[in-house]
């Protein structure tokens, strides 16, 4: 796959960098290495205009990440259970301006980080935790995953994908048992419905011109703007109408039950007291 040679080929150029705070300076991605692969990413940018692979109008059924009283999603948070457990420390901000920091499925946001337990590239029968960043590349985003027990030897990428691939052959070379693909927007998180919603609400992420927007079903109520009677004139004109025309029946009904009522004792009272 030639995405996954040229991802390879920029961590090999890069990949030994220290991971101290200048990491995250563009002028640190050694801009040769990543100005090598611009011919070479027209099979990224090929897949990305293939568009959507599902109808993102369609609203989907979301449970929202969790906010705190004055509306600021409290992280971390954790998403997922079991081995697919993730946490999400920082959910970064959107450069709309810089085509390829989004696709019509994804918004890349720099200083997104999230972290998961997977095995250890050192110790056997062991696990350790990875941190998973998008980092500023300058023309791109640069996928950065790095082991606790490995802190100085990041794996580096064009793609979430083509970052954790790296992980997972060294792992396979092992002899630890793992799948020989993944998803690089699962193993950070950032395909899970919840964290998608939460990106795509940052400041910036409606001007993301490929971006496709997803629809949603939130807590019960429909897309992201909930129709309700106040909203809709003419449903609260019909339920309004529909009272007062049920108003008169109901009243006609009770006044019925009063007269059977009344006729029942009348009659009690004229049988036990004979002319």
Same mark, same amino acid.
């Given at each position: 796959?030639?995405?996954?040679?040229?991802?390879?080929?920029?961590?090999?150029?890069?990949?030994?960098?220290?991971?101290?705070?200048?990491?995250?300076?563009?002028?640190?991605?050694?801009?040769?290495?990543?100005?090598?692969?611009?011919?070479?990413?027209?099979?990224?940018?090929?897949?990305?205009?293939?568009?959507?692979?599902?109808?993102?109008?369609?609203?989907?059924?979301?449970?929202?990440?969790?906010?705190?009283?004055?509306?600021?999603?409290?992280?971390?948070?954790?998403?997922?259970?079991?081995?697919?457990?993730?946490?999400?420390?920082?959910?970064?901000?959107?450069?709309?301006?810089?085509?390829?920091?989004?696709?019509?499925?994804?918004?890349?946001?720099?200083?997104?980080?999230?972290?998961?337990?997977?095995?250890?590239?050192?110790?056997?029968?062991?696990?350790?935790?990875?941190?998973?960043?998008?980092?500023?590349?300058?023309?791109?985003?640069?996928?950065?995953?790095?082991?606790?027990?490995?802190?100085?030897?990041?794996?580096?990428?064009?793609?979430?994908?083509?970052?954790?691939?790296?992980?997972?052959?060294?792992?396979?070379?092992?002899?630890?048992?793992?799948?020989?693909?993944?998803?690089?927007?699962?193993?950070?998180?950032?395909?899970?419905?919840?964290?998608?919603?939460?990106?795509?609400?940052?400041?910036?992420?409606?001007?993301?011109?490929?971006?496709? =927007?997803?629809?949603?079903?939130?807590?019960?109520?429909?897309?992201?703007?909930?129709?309700?009677?106040?909203?809709?004139?003419?449903?609260?004109?019909?339920?309004?109408?529909?009272?007062?025309?049920?108003?008169?029946?109901?009243?006609? =009904?009770?006044?019925?039950?009063?007269?059977?009522?009344?006729?029942?004792?009348?009659?009690?009272?004229?049988?036990?007291?004979?002319?």
């Amino acid at each position: 796959d030639s995405s996954d040679n040229e991802d390879s080929v920029l961590n090999a150029s890069i990949g030994g960098e220290s991971t101290d705070a200048s990491v995250h300076r563009k002028r640190d991605y050694a801009p040769t290495a990543l100005a090598a692969h611009d011919s070479a990413t027209h099979l990224t940018k090929r897949r990305r205009n293939l568009g959507p692979r599902e109808n993102r109008a369609e609203p989907k059924q979301v449970e929202s990440l969790q906010r705190d009283s004055h509306g600021s999603i409290i992280l971390p948070a954790t998403i997922g259970k079991g081995h697919d457990e993730v946490q999400i420390h920082s959910l970064g901000r959107v450069l709309w301006d810089r085509d390829a920091f989004h696709t019509p499925r994804y918004i890349w946001p720099v200083g997104f980080k999230s972290t998961r337990m997977c095995p250890s590239l050192l110790v056997s029968n062991s696990r350790c935790l990875y941190s998973s960043e998008i980092l500023d590349g300058g023309g791109s985003p640069v996928f950065q995953v790095t082991a606790e027990d490995m802190p100085g030897k990041p794996f580096r990428a064009m793609s979430s994908s083509g970052a954790w691939k790296q992980i997972l052959d060294k792992l396979i070379a092992r002899g630890v048992c793992v799948k020989t693909h993944a998803s690089g927007p699962q193993m950070y998180g950032l395909s899970h419905l919840g964290v998608t919603k939460a990106i795509q609400e940052l400041e910036g992420a409606d001007k993301c011109q490929k971006y496709i =927007r997803q629809a949603w079903v939130d807590d019960g109520a429909e897309s992201t703007h909930a129709t309700t009677d106040d909203d809709n004139p003419h449903r609260a004109s019909s339920v309004a109408n529909s009272s007062v025309d049920a108003e008169p029946e109901a009243s006609l =009904r009770r006044l019925s039950v009063l007269d059977s009522a009344t006729t029942a004792v009348t009659n009690g009272s004229m049988a036990s007291h004979p002319s």
